[in-house]
T-cell receptor, first 110, second 115 residues
Framework: GIQVEQSPPDLILQEGANSTLRCNFS?????LQWFHQNPWGQLINLFY???GTKQNGRLSATTVATERYSLLYISSSQTTDSGVYFC????????????FGTGTSLTVIP | DGGITQSPKYLFRKEGQNVTLSCEQN?????MYWYRQDPGQGLRLIYY???????QKGDIAEGYSVSREKKESFPLTVTSAQKNPTAFYLC??????????????FGSGTRLTVV
């Protein structure tokens, strides 16, 4: 399967700070998504971004497919941003399976 | 509102018992998936189905079984053969298998504990 590595594994931020989360993957992919898992376990899809850059409010993401990495930027962090951020990749000839990284656990303190 | 409903939220299983986790979606999605999450780890694929009456094993299918008799429903049975079933189970669906351009939607999960 495809190996997905995320860094850092843990991150503590003061409210209002900015951060960058990184996702490296071991092979070419057709699909890359960023998810946020809230403290209750719910996974929310943040971005579908196999390449290029997207922005949604305080969040933005960039994927450089040729170099096999993606970055998630969080600006002006809020306590509600706390949770675990997962990167997941998919290649269509591997049985339509999503491969997940082990996540970045983010804690935003007031 | 459309979405995925998983039930129950919490489930306790005795040793040697089979239990079934429910997953229902009203999104008219073709593909459905079951993932297992252990503490501090990412998600691992158990089974997936792209069409009614067809399903495929994922990376950790041993000790689990599924059925897909209706497009809306994809129940997961954790059998007594699964030696370490305590985990958080997440069901997901997507409209176009293998493309995901509409995004994967996840249910809120079932937390299974062996007692």
């Amino acid at each position: 399967g495809i190996q997905v590595e995320q860094s850092p594994p843990d991150l503590i931020l003061q409210e209002g700070a900015n951060s960058t989360l990184r996702c490296n993957f071991s092979d070419s992919v057709n699909n890359l998504q960023w998810f946020h898992q809230n403290p209750w376990g719910q996974l929310i899809n943040l971005f579908y971004i196999p390449s290029g850059t997207k922005q949604n409010g305080r969040l933005s993401a960039t994927t450089v497919a040729t170099e096999r990495y993606s970055l998630l930027y969080i600006s002006s962090s809020q306590t509600t941003d706390s949770g675990v951020y997962f990167c997941a990749v998919e290649r269509w000839n591997t049985g339509n399976q999503f491969y997940f990284g082990t996540g970045t656990s983010l804690t935003v303190i007031p | 509102d459309g979405g995925i409903t998983q039930s129950p939220k919490y489930l306790f299983r005795k040793e040697g018992q089979n239990v079934t986790l429910s997953c229902e979606q009203n999104l008219n999605h073709d593909a459905m998936y079951w993932y297992r999450q252990d503490p501090g780890q990412g998600l691992r694929l158990i089974y997936y189905s792209q069409i009614v009456n067809d399903f495929q094993k994922g990376d950790i299918a041993e000790g689990y079984s599924v059925s897909r008799e209706k497009k809306e429903s994809f129940p997961l049975t954790v059998t007594s053969a699964q030696k370490n079933p305590t985990a958080f189970y997440l069901c997901a669906s997507t409209q176009i298998p293998g493309q995901g351009r509409y995004g994967y939607t996840f249910g809120s999960g079932t937390r299974l504990t062996v007692v």
